[in-house]
């Protein structure tokens, strides 16, 4: 386990209860985890998928309409990235972002179906930052969406949180020095609750998720449990960051999509996730159902596949490299602040057509994969026949601080 991991465990334990609350409602979360378990061909069509279908399931379609809540630090933008890769694939529409509200759906403030582009409706395929609201959602997404997020280790992620929203978190910005030590230590020395963006320091993924914050499960134990069970009631699917390809199998067995569907570069990346020690139980119970021994095989084979894809399109040692060592624009990753060195890929150099094409798209980062898909829908329906230029998307902008608006439940 990484040496900042074992110093965040070993501080939670000697904090006061009041400390505590930052993250308890994270450590809670991780009780969620899973209710339910031009293409380039990179995996042998003729090799069978090692997992059958479930017993007494006929042979389904793709599954078309995916909502999928984006939370924070979590690996969501590999996530993003696949289900913007097939939206593209398939030509189906992708919810995206009107232009005030940047590449999020105008998070922190609860979500509304008018912070959607009016040339990205009615959707097919949600994907971006959002603050969940249930009803809002249902009113943007056609009957039969599926509902499908992710979770990370909660230490993980909050280690994660601190060093990517040091500069935008005020609670974070009060720390001296920028140390993660230091505000664990007496987090209520930094912390106020009501501020812009003050939820990257207090229960993120209860935010997220469309719950209050503030309210402690310590104190409020059916709160909670009630938080929990509107989750479970209405995603089919919780992905967890540290059994992420084991996860991507049951999302592709939920959608009844192809293991080429699901392939990805990892991106967004700053550091390696640790590995739980063990699996947790829910997430176990859903790989049981689906037959333990087959999602593991067949995770393998995404491994396998997904080394291929990368080896073809980034040379035969792919590495993640720092922004300022990517040579293609398109494929620089903003960087939050001078000091997080987001990592990304780019392409070896030459080169052209419809691989270049897709290669482009699988390590393409959030915001240019954004601006293009808007760009491309917008001009959906004849007005340009031409197809859509990839390779001349502007640069990132960074995020703007938005007007204050209702963050409340």
């Known amino acids: 386990m990484p040496p900042i991991l074992q110093r965040l465990q070993q501080a939670t334990k000697m904090m006061s209860r009041r400390k505590i609350l930052l993250l308890v409602l994270g450590c809670s979360t991780v009780?969620?985890?899973?209710?339910?378990?031009?293409?380039?061909?990179?995996?042998?069509?003729?090799?069978?998928?090692?997992?059958?279908?479930?017993?007494?399931?006929?042979?389904?379609?793709?599954?078309?309409?995916?909502?999928?809540?984006?939370?924070?630090?979590?690996?969501?933008?590999?996530?993003?990235?696949?289900?913007?890769?097939?939206a593209e694939r398939h030509n189906l529409t992708v919810a995206l972002p009107h232009p005030s509200c940047e590449h999020q759906f105008c998070y922190p403030r609860n979500f509304s179906a008018h912070f959607v582009h009016p040339a990205t409706r009615p959707p097919h395929v949600l994907a971006s930052h959002l603050r969940f609201d249930r009803a809002e959602l249902e009113r943007l997404m056609p009957p039969g969406t599926v509902y499908v997020t992710i979770l990370r280790e909660p230490a993980a992620m909050f280690e994660s949180l601190f060093s990517y929203y040091n500069q935008y978190c005020p609670a974070f910005r009060r720390v001296p020095n920028a140390s993660l030590e230091a505000f664990l230590r007496t987090p209520e020395a930094y912390y106020r609750a009501g501020e812009h963006f003050a939820m990257f320091a207090h229960n993120t993924l209860a935010y997220?998720?469309?719950?209050?914050?503030?309210?402690?499960?310590?104190?409020?134990?059916a709160y909670l449990a009630g938080l929990i069970r509107q989750v479970e009631e209405v995603f089919s699917l919780v992905m967890i960051a540290e059994y992420f390809d084991e996860s991507l199998v049951l999302l592709r067995r939920l959608l009844a999509w192809d293991l080429d569907d699901v392939l990805y570069a990892k991106l967004n990346a700053r550091a390696a996730s640790s590995r739980l020690a063990a699996i947790p139980a829910a997430l176990a119970r859903a790989m049981a159902r689906a037959g333990r021994a087959c999602v593991e095989r067949e995770a393998r084979e995404l491994r396998e596949a997904r080394q291929r894809l990368l080896r073809r399109c980034f040379g035969d040692e792919p590495v993640l490299r720092p922004a300022a060592q990517i040579r293609t624009k398109q494929l620089q990753p903003w960087q939050p602040s001078r000091k997080v060195d987001i990592m990304g890929y780019d392409l070896p150099g030459g080169g052209a057509g419809l691989a270049t094409e897709a290669c482009l798209k699988l390590a393409m980062p959030e915001v240019q994969y954004s601006n293009y898909l808007l760009r491309k829908q917008k001009r959906r329906g004849g007005a340009r026949a031409r197809p859509e230029p990839v390779l001349d998307n502007p640069p990132p902008r960074p995020i703007r601080v938005l007007p204050r608006g209702p963050q409340g439940p």
Request: hydrophobic share 35%; net charge positive; with cysteine.
């Open 208 to 221: 997220d998720l469309g719950g209050d914050n503030e309210r402690s499960p310590r104190d409020d134990a």
């Open 31 to 86: 009780s969620l985890l899973i209710h339910q378990g031009a293409q380039l061909s990179w995996y042998p069509k003729l090799f069978p998928l090692s997992c059958p279908p479930l017993r007494n399931s006929p042979p389904r379609p793709k599954h078309m309409t995916v909502a999928f809540l984006k939370t924070h630090k979590t690996a969501g933008t590999t996530v993003q990235n696949i289900l913007f890769r097939f």
